[in-house]
């Protein structure tokens, strides 16, 4: 019935260190991701301000968890004082109420106006 009973073919088992695996880090590069769980303070370039908490976190980016389902600017600012993170970030992706930030280099952000 549409195909709900058909036999998937299984995915070709990758070993860590092989060639294909690093292949497949070239093209789809992303840095480890670090569990935490700290507040973090978003202002959005229109001035509104809201909390949440950074699930998890890398050198590049970040995934944060708000309490209810947010629409954020397509930059902001963050401060993350247990993390020691203070910049601004661009949003890369959003699913209810996670998001994901890419953190923007400090030479970079001249262009953006924050109040």
Same mark, same amino acid.
């Given at each position: *019935? ?5 036999? %998937? ?34 202002? &959005? ?5 809201? %909390? ?9 980016? *970040?995934?944060? %968890? ?6 954020? &600017? ?22 209810? &109420? ?18």
């Amino acid at each position: *019935m549409f195909g709900l009973f058909k036999k %998937r073919q299984e995915l070709p088992k990758i070993d860590p260190g092989s060639a294909s695996e690093q292949s497949l880090r070239a093209v789809l590069p992303r840095a480890e991701r670090q569990n935490s769980y700290k507040e973090i303070h978003v202002t &959005t370039n229109t001035g509104y301000k809201l %909390r949440g908490i950074v699930v998890d976190h890398s050198d590049t980016g *970040m995934r944060v %968890r708000f309490q209810s389902i947010e629409t954020l &600017t397509p930059t902001v600012k963050v401060v993350v004082p247990g993390l020691k993170i203070r910049g601004n970030a661009e949003l890369v992706w959003q699913d209810a &109420t996670d998001i994901g930030l890419r953190l923007i280099p400090e030479g970079n952000e001249s262009s953006f106006d924050f109040p």
